[in-house]
């Protein structure tokens, strides 16, 4: 019965999970910044508009935003008013918007206002509100739904900023400062002090009224602008003012390059109001609310004072007022490339996202990211490449050789130990391809055929092959990006926008065609089938061995588990279908909309498999002396892994883990720091978003034990003395081996405490020579260096030699000189002659009456050539009672 149950749990839980029963794809928590060009607040509400994105509204002062549905409004909002439970949005050429539902639906045309009124400024006094434009100055008593225009004596000049307190009515116009001291009725074109015809943001506070003058600074009138004086002491210099505003007795002027500038009405002159602001940052608009200003910058989003603008704080979860530009990983982290508000970074599995400070950031349209072994390239606009070696902490232009970088670069791409970039074509200028071999800071221009290269938007590699899609069309290296060649069969007529490749598989995305497919290195294209035949593919990616994704504009994601032969949607929660990127990192996809970034699980979007148990490769199994200052581990890729967990034991029953990694994601190990003259026990196994395969067979390797060395002999009264350097912690003992004549044989073996020893058998006169080496229970080291000693006769025989000795010349073989010693016991008379083969004599040495004991004769064989030779020694003692004849073979080698 269990196993019954057990049965029916399992194929439910199959069941539900290809039917997408599971939490698929969320919202990547960020990265949250953007352009702002208009900011309003009352109460609790705050609203921001971001031109080409949209409108966000906040009910909680900020803390969190949320995106309004647009297709109702214009993407160039001009002004924001909150006025009760309405939201007023003004647009320069579109006219006004209302929505009395929190931004659920927007009414558009209005009692008074016809299609034509732009507007361009937004004001209320008490119940009064206000709206300026291109067609004058309007008012409404009835919460914007009927407008009245006012007649100001300015015909013709659209108004472009009202401030109103009381029954103070001030106007910033493009011809002019105008103030009405009894709430419109009259109107006075103030100029006394003011520059001529100046357009002013204007503000109240009090009874003191505020002009700020793009190229002029602020000026101040204490008088309801009968007279005007400038104020600009404490201004950096004479800035682009984007906003000024009033609230209890404090003044906020926002600028285009030097933030926020600060007056109270007791200060003697404007001071910086930036602290937690960047540096230079332009704030485009201000607003107040209680004790709260908020500031809306280009670039970083919004940010919340509390404390007069005196510090500032980002605040700006759940807003998104930037295009995504592009994407990349790398390691653990997934990168995104916005328009102009910079790059951001986080943990694939935290969402834990980073701003990285480039500077001039929010000039920039990011293009590609890419990455080489130490850097951080990014597409920069007219700076062409910026390159970061630090991850990220500082930047430089990385242009040296490429022509009109300012033009724009295309695409950024790494290759093995290259680096390619590409720049955009221009008008008699077509576009070209560069490579880089160190690193970006000098670049190549790629010779194609007899023409540049045509202006490159995206790259792929595969092993040594690299793809570039350029203008529309695919080419092809094999060789790392020396020979390119056009690859577009089945292709022709269609205007191919991305690729990406692995294996023996790649993918491109077309513009109005659907995708295509090629098996043979880009020979042949073929249409995609399934359910993503004809959808405008944007993106790829690949996971696993045989699964790929494709990101497509207008319906979502789909995935194939065959390498493209059939595919299916991937997920089925996925709230925007306009999906212009896509980017794997580790179990997680990520989808990009134009604005917003979201993220799923792999193993929750796609039917995955287990993967298979991996094929260990090297080190060969029970491999001796392996090297401890790098052992490279290696295996063959396994279906359907994405990543591989590796354990290295000192048993066989990995009871003793000396190492473990489980996010190998490449197919090698490189293993240091290990102990000498150790057996290692070492099993791998496969994972993905499903599971993990079994284990693999287990191999093992014994690691080098090293060898003794600084060997040195001395002769003693009962023998020779051995003494060596012990340079192993790891060693049992050691083997002694000693050579008379022309083998090595054991002599004995010591225990590890062991660094001298005394060889009692060597008691005759004759050559010696030893050599050692140390072992332990699992390796057997090298041998050390030979060590040789002469023994003319044994230390115990002070009298001297007792018999006739020749020893063998040492060294042998030797070039050019030698050694031949020999010992007498009786003063003799001695000849000594080396032969050549054929029984020539080539050097005779003659010595009469030569004293008993040792002696030694040097022979050079220079101008001898190589080969085998005898040399024959005589003596007879000089009382005529002993004579001896000996030959030995000498070998001469050059």
Not at 55 to 83: G, R, V, Y
Not at 328 to 354: H, V
Not at 448 to 458: H, K, L, M, R
Not at 874 to 889: L, M, S, V
Request: net charge negative; with cysteine.
């Amino acid at each position: 019965m269990k196993h019954s149950l057990l049965f029916l749990f399992l194929v439910f839980f199959s069941s539900a999970f290809h039917n997408g029963l599971k939490a698929q794809w969320i919202r990547a928590n960020g990265p949250f910044s953007g352009v702002i060009n208009v900011v309003a607040a009352s109460g609790n509400t705050v609203a921001a508009h971001s031109n080409n994105i949209g409108l966000f509204l906040s009910s909680d002062e900020a803390k969190n935003w949320n995106a309004l549905s647009n297709e109702q409004l214009s993407n160039w909002i001009t002004s924001i008013l909150i006025h009760g439970d309405r939201i007023l949005l003004g647009e320069s050429d579109a006219g006004l918007f209302i929505s009395t539902n929190n931004g659920s639906s927007w009414g558009k045309y209005f009692s008074g206002l016809d299609t034509y009124t732009g507007i361009e400024a937004l004001a209320e006094n008490g119940t009064t509100i206000f709206a300026g434009g291109n067609m004058g100055l309007f008012q409404s008593m009835d919460d914007g739904s009927d407008w009245t225009k006012i007649e100001v004596d300015s015909p013709g000049s659209p108004v472009l900023s009202i401030a109103a307190r009381d029954s103070l009515l001030i106007l910033g116009t493009e011809s002019g400062i105008y103030v009405s001291p009894d709430k419109g009725l009259t109107w006075r074109h103030s100029t006394n002090g003011l520059p001529e015809k100046a357009t002013a943001k204007v503000a109240i506070n009090g009874s003191i009224l505020f002009a700020a003058i793009n190229g002029y600074g602020i000026y101040i009138s204490a008088d309801s602008g009968l007279t005007w004086n400038g104020e600009n002491n404490g201004l950096t210099s004479q800035p682009y003012f984007n906003s000024i505003i009033s609230f209890d007795n404090i003044v906020l002027a926002a600028t285009g390059s030097e933030g926020v500038f600060k007056w109270t009405n007791n200060a003697s002159a404007w001071q910086s109001a930036n602290k937690g602001l960047p540096e230079k940052i332009a704030v485009n608009s201000m607003a107040s609310s209680g004790s709260n200003i908020y500031a809306g910058t280009y670039g970083l989003g919004v940010f919340l004072s509390t404390d007069g603008g005196s510090t500032w704080s980002k605040s700006n979860d759940g807003l998104s007022g930037f295009w995504i530009s592009s994407t990349a990983s790398r390691g653990d982290s997934i990168f995104i490339g916005t328009s102009y508000c910079g790059i951001y970074f986080a943990e694939a599995s935290l969402m834990n996202w980073k701003f990285l400070n480039v500077p001039g950031f929010n000039q920039y349209y990011f293009g590609d990211i890419a990455f080489d072994s130490k850097n951080i390239y990014v597409a920069a606009g007219q700076d062409g490449i910026l390159r970061s070696t630090d991850n990220g902490l500082s930047w430089e232009t990385a242009n040296n050789g490429i022509d009109r970088f300012s033009e724009g670069i295309s695409a950024i791409h790494a290759h093995k130990d290259k680096m390619f970039a590409a720049t955009y074509a221009s008008p008699g200028f077509p576009g070209k391809l560069y490579y880089s071999t160190n690193n970006g800071s000098s670049w190549q221009k790629v010779a194609f055929e007899t023409s540049d290269f045509p202006a490159t938007v995206s790259m792929a590699s595969n092993g040594s092959d690299i793809f570039a899609v350029a203008q529309g069309r695919v080419y092809l290296s094999t060789d790392d990006g020396k020979v390119w060649h056009l690859t577009n069969s089945g292709l022709e007529g269609k205007e191919v926008t991305r690729i990406k490749a692995k294996d023996n598989v790649a993918f491109i995305a077309t513009l109005r065609d659907g995708a295509f497919r090629s098996t043979d290195k880009g020979s042949s294209w073929t249409s995609v089938t399934g359910e993503l035949a004809g959808k405008q593919a944007t993106s790829f990616a690949f996971w696993a061995s045989s699964i790929v994704f494709a990101g497509t504009y207008g319906n979502g994601v789909y995935v194939s588990t065959d390498n493209g032969l059939s595919w299916q949607q991937a997920g089925s929660n996925l709230p925007q279908k306009n999906i212009i990127w896509i980017e794997k990192n580790g179990e997680y996809l990520f989808a990009a909309s134009e604005t917003t970034l979201w993220r799923a699980a792999i193993s929750e979007i796609a039917p995955l498999l287990l993967p298979s148990v991996p094929k260990l490769l090297s080190v060969e199994n029970n491999s001796k002396n392996q090297p401890l200052s790098l052992i490279r581990l290696s295996w063959q890729k396994a279906e359907n892994a994405e990543w591989y967990h590796l354990q290295l034991s000192k048993d066989s029953l990995f009871k003793d883990v000396a190492l473990e990694d489980s996010a190998i994601t490449l197919l090698t190990k490189d293993i240091t720091e290990l102990n000498e003259g150790r057996i290692y026990f070492w099993r791998l196994r496969a994972g993905n978003g499903v599971g993990v395969s079994p284990w693999s067979e287990v191999w093992n390797f014994t690691t080098v034990l090293n060898r003794p060395d600084s060997l040195s002999l001395s002769a003693m009264t009962k023998g020779i003395k051995i003494t060596w350097k012990d340079n192993s912690s790891n060693e049992t003992g050691f083997i002694i081996e000693r050579m008379l004549s022309e083998n090595f044989s054991a002599l004995d073996t010591v225990k590890a405490n062991a660094v001298t020893y005394l060889d009692s058998t060597a008691v005759q006169p004759d050559y010696y020579h030893y050599r050692i080496k140390s072992f332990n229970q699992f390796a057997v080291s090298s041998y050390s260096d030979t060590a040789s000693i002469i023994l003319t006769y044994t230390e115990s025989a002070r009298t001297g030699p007792t018999e006739y000795f020749l020893f063998q010349n040492y060294p042998n073989p030797f070039n050019p000189v030698t050694l031949i010693r020999y010992n007498l016991p009786l003063e003799s008379s001695v000849r000594l002659a080396v032969y050549n083969p054929l029984g020539k004599i080539l050097k005779e040495f003659v010595f009469k009456n030569q004293a008993s004991g040792a002696h030694e004769i040097s022979f050079d064989a220079k101008g001898i050539a190589s080969g085998a030779y005898f040399y024959i020694f005589e003596a007879r003692a000089d009382d005529g009672t002993k004579e001896f004849r000996q030959i030995k073979k000498m070998i001469i080698l050059k």
